[in-house]
């Protein structure tokens, strides 16, 4: 059973930094896209940033210049580095494995989200 586990949030001040990270853990094959969403109350859940395999990277407008998100594809883990945080960036962060090629098949997985809350 493939299960995503997230670390890093916290409370943090504007301006500041803080650093996400996601562990796939399970019988792994290979992951082809990992990434990371949040949802504020009251608000849609969106994307923040996602990585491919081969490292293309895609970011939310809000976000750029700011986030920036790695991989260890040896080690399925997918990392998000926040700088300058902003009380807009307050959500609860979820991780996402999407293509995960296991001996079963192919499949997906949520994280069980972590809270990042920026105070003014």
């Known amino acids: 059973q493939v299960q995503l586990v997230e670390s890093g949030g916290g409370l943090v001040q504007a301006g500041g930094s803080l650093r996400l990270s996601c562990t796939a853990s399970?019988?792994?094959?290979?992951?082809?896209?990992m990434g990371w969403y949040r949802q504020a109350p009251g608000k849609q859940r969106e994307l923040v940033a996602v990585i491919t395999r081969g490292g293309t990277t895609n970011y939310a407008d809000s976000v750029k210049g700011r986030f920036t998100i790695s991989r260890d594809n040896a080690k399925n883990t997918v990392s998000l580095q926040m700088n300058s945080l902003k009380p807009e960036d307050t959500a609860v962060y979820y991780c996402?494995?999407?293509?995960?090629?296991?001996?079963?098949?192919?499949?997906?997985?949520w994280g069980q989200g972590t809270q990042v809350t920026v105070s003014s």
């Open positions: 399970g019988s792994i094959f290979g992951i082809n896209i």
């Open positions: 996402k494995a999407s293509d995960i090629t296991t001996p079963m098949g192919v499949t997906n997985r």
